[in-house]
């Protein structure tokens, strides 16, 4: 029994934190599909910093800040909807 407790709770310290991250879908602020990607591959956030550089208004703000879908400490990773996803083998600069 009390191996049986040990074995699980390995399992959850060590397993679940990885399939965690690996399920990336999520629902943006406005409830669209979106999926769990840092901001440098999403087009809007690149779309929106190349507009208004350092003087994001403040709604945009709020916006991207009410996207995020992972602690702080893992990066700025937030939902981004399925549209503007970069893929990963795809250059991320504006084009």
Same mark, same amino acid.
């Given at each position: 029994?009390?191996?049986? $407790?040990?074995?699980? $709770?390995?399992? !959850? !310290?060590?397993?679940? +934190?990885? !399939?965690?991250?690996?399920?990336?879908?999520?629902?943006? +602020?406005?409830?669209?599909?979106?999926?769990?990607?840092? $901001?440098?591959?999403?087009? $809007?956030?690149?779309?929106?910093?190349?507009?208004?550089?350092?003087?994001?208004? +403040?709604?945009?703000?709020?916006?991207l800040?009410?996207?995020?879908?992972? +602690?702080?400490?893992?990066?700025?990773?937030?939902?981004?909807? !399925?549209?503007?996803?970069?893929?990963?083998?795809?250059?991320?600069?504006l084009?």
């Open positions: 029994m009390r191996r049986t $407790f040990r074995l699980i $709770f390995l399992w !959850l !310290l060590i397993l679940l +934190p990885t !399939l965690c991250r690996t399920h990336r879908s999520c629902q943006t +602020p406005d409830k669209n599909s979106g999926k769990c990607v840092h $901001f440098s591959s999403c087009r $809007f956030v690149l779309q929106q910093y190349a507009m208004y550089k350092e003087h994001m208004p +403040p709604h945009i703000m709020r916006f800040q009410r996207s995020r879908c992972r +602690p702080k400490v893992d990066g700025y990773h937030l939902c981004c909807e !399925l549209k503007d996803v970069i893929p990963a083998n795809v250059n991320s600069k084009k």
